[in-house]
């Protein structure tokens, strides 16, 4: 069951995150419980957010924060975060949340959903299975300093 996010559901999310960003094929080991709710807090506070919970036998298993953007033509929903608990990857829980957030979302009106993700994390398959497709007028860049 997906529902909107309330803040008393911060400190699961954030274990799910870092759960999840931790284990294998990510394997960080940077990620702490309190960088993940810092991170995590934050992006609740983001003008335009957008979040939903995704309830497991009436426990949070999964978590989509992102943020509603108005565009020349139209609202877009930008995901920021997609997190699944590991014991439930694979299981089809992240390709459902993102089903039902899509309904929901052409619901409100939202005419697009985009992200943002690396052609060599897992992640990537997983979206474009999902039906999202590489923008070849979209560039990032980046300078380290």
Request: proline share 5%.
């Amino acid at each position: 069951m997906l529902i909107m996010y309330k803040e008393e559901h911060l400190p699961t999310c954030a274990k799910i995150y870092v759960d999840a960003f931790n284990a294998p094929p990510l394997s960080y080991d940077f990620l702490t419980p309190e960088k993940a709710e810092r991170y995590l807090r934050d992006l609740a506070r983001t003008p335009g957010f957008l979040g939903y919970v995704c309830f497991v036998d009436e426990v949070i298993k999964a978590f989509c924060f992102g943020k509603l953007d108005d565009y020349f033509d139209g609202t877009m929903f930008e995901v920021s975060e997609l997190a699944v608990s590991p014991e439930l990857h694979g299981c089809g829980l992240g390709t459902e949340i993102m089903r039902q957030m899509e309904i929901k979302l052409a619901g409100y009106g939202v005419q697009a959903v985009s992200l943002n993700t690396s052609r060599n994390l897992p992640a990537f398959n997983f979206y474009k299975k999902n039906g999202y497709e590489e923008l070849n007028e979209s560039v990032s860049l980046m300078k380290q300093l």
